[in-house]
């Protein structure tokens, strides 16, 4: 039996004949050939290769110097002076480090995170300098890694913690190729002899006489092995920050290029029709807003009630208005001009509405001021609703033009610059002072909850009387002196308040107690 002949056989003949899809580009209806294929995942080596050689030894001699400054002059317990040295030597290190000289926007975010470290310097108050240095660390990372989008800024601002990861192979790459010749072997083994034997005959000389082992206890310090393990520890951890800051300089990310989802677009009607019904809301709030001020206060006349009952919600509001800006923007198509338009009057009315809502918090805000005291949360969301009202500006300016490609680093930004005045404020002294004002006029003060302030409220608590003084202050003066300060943890505000409980000191009585 023979076979038949291959080029007498139909093409379309058999079940496994496949018919191709036509050329050029696919038909509307994707039942035919399938869904098209997904984008490849993003190839993070290609956007952020790191850099080609291995690490110099500038840039290991400056992780190096910078983990002694850190282990010698950061104090962790009591923030102070140190905390700004190690921001500088680390930000030394990817100075010298970096290829060229910093542009405009890198010398801006590398400021913003040396002024926000030195905060621990100036203020007393441990939330502020917390939340000052979390926000440096962001600040410094985006100095080096860069960032204009938004998935570009928040790459860049987290960037600086997996550089220090990303960096060790780097350097052990430069240490591998490190061979040290006979000289530098001979210079090593000679101070390791010169500490041993002046180690020996320094302990000998120190046993042998009295007089000699105190001027060995003044001049060197003591020896605590906790304090070793924490000293190795901080040489560590700056250590490694220093590496990450070279390495970010040394071979700059290029996050920005990685390309965005595409969003989906939905249909005019699937986004106009809530948007319209959202800004009737708000616009109908504002009315009874306008109307409230105007009429005076509210029919039980308990303004302290009305702002309690109102101020958390209006925050909640705000937040969320921002959100569905956000959403609305993104999904919203903006081919034909009726969609422009309308995403223009649509998100300009929510964005001025949302104005005048945060202006009704802040006057909510006053009010509860009026009636309870000012706290440390009330301050801090106090300042979020003032910079939450710079955002909604600066998305209307947005708006305007439909083209925002300005705007995130913009809220950023002023994010930061807001942190950097809300610290120049001084949080704690500013509650002391606006609370002594307030017994002044009404004689109602809480010291209990001014004694747990900070020592930025000391200038502003030497106001009261001496009874409330003494209640007020007794926590902060036994604060004061455990323990000493030193050079390291010399901070400003502690200084003023060290010269001002100098002055006069507190008596504590039983009153205080009870």
Not at 44 to 69: I, K, N, S
Not at 342 to 365: D, E, N
Not at 372 to 382: P, Q
Request: with cysteine.
């Amino acid at each position: 039996m023979s076979l038949p002949d291959p080029a007498q056989i139909p093409a379309a003949a058999g079940p496994l004949a496949i018919e191709p899809p036509p050329a050029g580009p696919p038909p509307a209806d994707w039942a035919r050939y399938g869904p098209p294929p997904a984008p490849p995942p993003a190839d993070w080596e290609r956007y952020w290769p790191g850099p080609e050689d291995g690490a110099g030894r500038r840039t290991l001699l400056g992780a190096v110097g910078a983990g002694l400054v850190g282990a010698a002059a950061m104090a962790v317990s009591r923030p102070g002076l140190g905390w700004l040295l190690v921001a500088l030597a680390v930000g030394t290190v990817a100075v010298v480090v970096a290829p060229r000289p910093p542009a405009p926007g890198t010398a801006l975010w590398g400021g913003a995170a040396l002024a926000l470290a030195a905060v621990a310097a100036v203020r007393d108050a441990g939330y502020v300098v917390a939340i000052c240095v979390i926000a440096a660390l962001f600040a410094g990372s985006l100095a080096l890694a860069g960032g204009r989008t938004v998935g570009g800024l928040t790459a860049g601002a987290f960037a600086g913690t997996a550089a220090a990861f990303r960096a060790l192979p780097w350097a052990g790459r430069a240490l591998s190729g490190y061979r040290a010749g006979p000289r530098q072997a001979r210079v090593a083994v000679s101070a390791l002899v010169t500490v041993a034997l002046v180690s020996v005959f320094a302990a000998l000389f120190a046993s042998a006489d009295h007089t000699f082992a105190k001027v060995l206890d003044v001049v060197l310090p003591a020896v605590d092995p906790a304090a070793g393990f924490q000293a190795v520890l901080r040489f560590v951890l700056v250590g490694l920050m220093a590496l990450g800051a070279g390495y970010l300089a040394a071979g700059r990310p290029r996050f920005d290029l990685v390309p965005p989802a595409v969003p989906r677009r939905v249909r005019r009607a699937e986004w106009v029709l809530p948007l319209v019904a959202v800004d009737a809301v708000f616009l109908a709030f504002v009315a009874v807003q306008v109307a409230t001020v105007a009429g005076g206060p509210p029919d039980d006349g308990n303004y302290s009630r009305y702002a309690r009952a109102g101020f958390w919600q209006l925050d909640v509001v705000t937040v969320l208005t921002l959100l569905v800006i956000g959403v609305t923007a993104r999904v919203a198509p903006r081919v034909e001009r009726i969609d422009r338009l309308l995403l223009r009057v649509l998100l300009g009315t929510l964005a001025g509405c949302a104005l005048a809502i945060v202006a009704s918090a802040i006057r909510r805000l006053s009010l509860y001021e009026e009636a309870y005291g000012f706290t440390r949360l009330r301050v801090l969301v106090g300042a979020v609703e003032l910079w939450l009202g710079v955002v909604f500006l600066l998305v209307i300016l947005a708006g305007v033009r439909l083209r925002a490609g300005w705007l995130p680093r913009a809220v950023l930004g002023t994010g930061l610059a807001a942190l950097l005045v809300v610290a120049a404020v001084n949080p704690d002294g500013f509650i002391a002072e606006r609370n002594v004002d307030r017994y002044q006029r009404t004689g109602d003060l809480d010291t209990k909850y001014l004694a747990t302030l900070s020592l930025d409220a000391v200038p502003a608590l030497d106001r009261l009387p001496a009874g409330r003084r003494d209640c007020a202050l007794w926590r902060l003066y036994a604060d004061l002196n455990t323990p000493q300060d030193d050079w390291r943890s010399w901070n400003l505000d502690r200084q003023r308040a060290r010269t001002v409980l100098d002055a006069r000191p507190v008596t504590v009585t039983r009153a205080c107690f009870q």
